[in-house]
């Protein structure tokens, strides 16, 4: 006798995923979300990275510009799945 699910897989559900705090794992074009102090979440895709790995800019969704994260200000940055 084989057991079916009765949950599409469409439907599972994804856990969180992790911050990454050592941004040398970061490259141009990755899709991420960065929760600043102050509680904003910038979502978006980094147009551009320093080579020290110290600040990075982020083309934000929804035709919002482009910002630049620094890490000195302590960001949450946790990359994004592809879509």
Known sequence: MRL????????T???PAAPVPDWSRLSRDDAVRV???DGRIISGQIDMIAVDR????VIQSAGRGRVMVCSSDKPVVVRAAAS
């Open 4 to 11: 079916h699910s009765t949950t599409p897989a469409s439907h």
């Open 54 to 57: 110290s600040v990075f800019w």
């Open 35 to 37: 929760l600043l102090r």
């Open 13 to 15: 559900t994804r856990l």
